[in-house]
């Protein structure tokens, strides 16, 4: 069964960085690309960013290019988002899923996701 | 980047009535990778569609996507009690990948 774990969700101020884990099991992970997507309190999903299997290409949305940065350690079956230049709007639950394979990126199996608070 | 619409923003039905959803994209997507979600009050999404056409692992029958280019659709056939919810479309043929806004399934 597909296990995805995320943490290190918190409360920061406007400016603050945070990283966030997700922790995987149950598959090859090392063989999907994964993807972050988050929901702001009360909207819909908006995409984030994803990367290939091998960790070597990342992709992002307009809205964090530039302040996240994402990665991965296959080794650890874990997959991260740097957010770096926290703003108000990053405010959300941030979900980690799996990707579809065969380099597709559609989530496949998500995680319970992890809450980013940025306020001061 | 390809903009999602989805329509109607809320579609009000009953047990058993026939539930139509419609996305439509600002251009085409590529190789027909549009998917779909479900989303429940504080629950994660949980993925329904692939590929347009492809039901996901364990995803009943009564659930079928269609389309093609620009305009996509998610049929219920028949609504369960727990079939009311938010589905979300996604294409991922492009980047960056974008969700369309949502419809709200709910009773009427």
């Known amino acids: 069964e597909v296990q995805l774990v995320e943490s290190g969700g918190g409360l920061v101020q406007p400016g603050g960085s945070l990283r966030l884990s997700c922790t995987a099991s149950?598959?090859?992970?090392?063989?999907?690309?994964m993807n972050w997507v988050r929901q702001a309190p009360g909207k819909g999903l908006e995409w984030v960013s994803a990367?290939?299997?091998?960790?070597?290409?990342?992709f992002y949305a307009d809205s964090v290019m530039g302040r996240f940065t994402i990665s991965r350690d296959n080794s650890k079956n874990t997959l991260y988002l740097e957010m770096n230049g926290l703003r108000v709007e990053d405010t959300a639950i941030y979900y980690c899923?799996?990707?579809?394979?065969?380099?597709?990126?559609?989530?496949?199996?998500w995680g319970q996701g992890t809450l980013v608070t940025v306020s001061s | 980047e390809i903009v999602l619409t989805q329509s109607p923003g809320t579609l009000s039905l009953s047990p058993g009535e026939r539930a139509t959803l419609s996305c439509r994209a600002s251009q085409s997507v590529s190789n027909t990778y549009l998917a779909w979600y479900q989303q429940k009050p504080g629950q994660a999404p949980r993925l329904l569609i692939y590929a347009t056409s492809n039901r996901a692992t364990g995803i009943p029958d009564r659930f079928s996507g269609s389309g093609s280019g620009t305009d996509f659709t998610l049929t219920i056939s028949r609504l369960e009690p727990e079939d009311f919810a938010i589905y979300y479309c996604?294409?991922?043929?492009?980047?960056?990948?974008?969700f369309g806004p949502g419809t709200k399934v709910d009773f009427k």
């Open positions: 996604q294409q991922y043929g492009t980047s960056p990948l974008t």
């Open positions: 899923a799996k990707g579809g394979g065969s380099g597709t990126y559609y989530c496949e199996s």
């Open positions: 149950g598959f090859t992970f090392s063989s999907y690309g």
């Open positions: 990367i290939v299997a091998s960790g070597s290409v990342p």
